[in-house]
């Protein structure tokens, strides 16, 4: 579906004020100014990345803001003068991952709000649009051209074993985008309300299954050096296999 389409946000106007009246002429006669501002942007993502790169493997409490001047070739201050604090600096990285979830899951997400807002889909499509929603999940975990991939992974496994009021505010974002979205379906599938428990089970253990995907020792058991479309496809026809399954059998109160 052209909904399905791999995740290309960039950070280098994270940030940037809105612009004034004048200031787009101001840039194309001003190189000089344009050529800061380009360093400037470049600056602040090099930090982000040593930032990640530094919390993936210390957690928010073990690394400093020094060690990821450091690792980034910046002075301390550069830092201060980006982000303002090490709480900043976290948070922006928290909000790269919000971000890209948002551009990878938005469209399926609004898709299926439109198509349950219609009027009540026929089984088969209904359980399309869940494994639609699977496949992007499986998509976005497994795309090995994402720069940075490892990092975010362990990145992404601390901030749950480390929660943080960062981390709670990309929990709502997904709840929002990938929880709701699949509990409107397979509540219609059990005829259950969304918020059913049986309901709220079922959404958590589908996702799961795509988010399994996320540990490194799942590539070590598949032993997948690299992964590439051919095997992101075969993972999204095992777990669409699963849902298939899963609500063809005999429904259970």
């Not at 957690?59 to 060690?67: H, I, L, P, W």
């Not at 988010?211 to 799942?218: A, E, P, S």
């Not at 051919?230 to 298939?244: E, K, Y």
Request: hydrophobic letters at 40%; aromatic letters at 6%; a neutral charge.
């Amino acid at each position: 579906p052209a909904y399905v389409e791999r995740v290309t946000v960039s950070i280098d106007g994270f940030g940037r004020p809105p612009e004034q009246p004048g200031q787009a002429m101001s840039r194309a006669v001003s190189p000089s100014r344009h050529a800061t501002n380009h360093r400037g942007e470049g600056t602040r993502a090099r930090i982000l990345d040593a930032a990640l790169d530094l919390f993936a493997a210390a957690g928010f409490e073990g690394a400093s803001t020094r060690t990821i001047a450091e690792r980034d070739g910046v002075n301390l201050p550069a830092i201060q003068y980006y982000f303002g604090s090490k709480e900043a600096l976290y948070r922006a990285v928290v909000e790269q991952f919000s971000q890209q979830m948002q551009a990878g899951v938005g469209p399926i997400a609004e898709h299926i709000r439109n198509e349950l807002a219609v009027g009540q889909p026929s089984r088969r499509k209904l359980l399309d649009l869940l494994c639609d929603m699977i496949d992007v999940i499986i998509g976005l975990i497994l795309d090995d051209s994402m720069p940075n991939r490892e990092c975010r992974q362990q990145f992404f496994a601390r901030m749950e074993v480390e929660p943080n009021p960062a981390f709670e505010a990309l929990q709502d974002e997904m709840v929002r985008h990938v929880c709701q979205p699949c509990c409107e379906i397979i509540g219609r599938l059990l005829d259950r309300p969304a918020d059913d428990e049986k309901v709220l089970l079922q959404s958590m253990t589908l996702i799961g299954q795509a988010k399994i995907f996320c540990g490194w020792g799942t590539n070590r058991v598949l032993h997948w050096d690299t992964i590439g479309e051919t095997r992101i496809r075969a993972a999204q026809s095992v777990i669409r296999g699963n849902i298939q399954a899963i609500f063809r059998a005999p429904r259970s109160r």
